[in-house]
């Protein structure tokens, strides 16, 4: 994989837990916050996978990132995530979306793996 945009993907992954760790105190500790916390664990542990160069993680990983970019976008204004600031939810999508961005370009580059 390419050295430094898997690390570029990595970083953006656990800029994202990180991201989803702080919603549920900055939501009040309400339930729509709480629910992102586990998300945020999933995300961490997937980003030490990556800066550990786990080509098959980065097939994971690429289409949750995209798939939380989407609900992200999706839920800005909505009653559900009313508690969560909207700068918080514009912030999730953007780390998703650079992680994703990062790891379409290092799989599309070297789509077979060589493994000496």
Known sequence: ??????????????????????????????SIGLILVPVGLLYALMANGLMRERRWLAYVVLPLMLGGAIICYASLGSVVTA?????????IAVADIGCALALFVVLWRDPTASHA
Request: net charge neutral.
């Open 1 to 30: 994989m390419n050295y430094s945009l898997s690390k570029l993907a990595a970083i953006l992954l656990a800029l994202s837990a990180v991201l989803h760790l702080i919603a549920a105190p900055l939501s009040g500790w309400t």
């Open 83 to 91: 508690a969560l600031p909207d700068a918080l939810l514009i912030a």
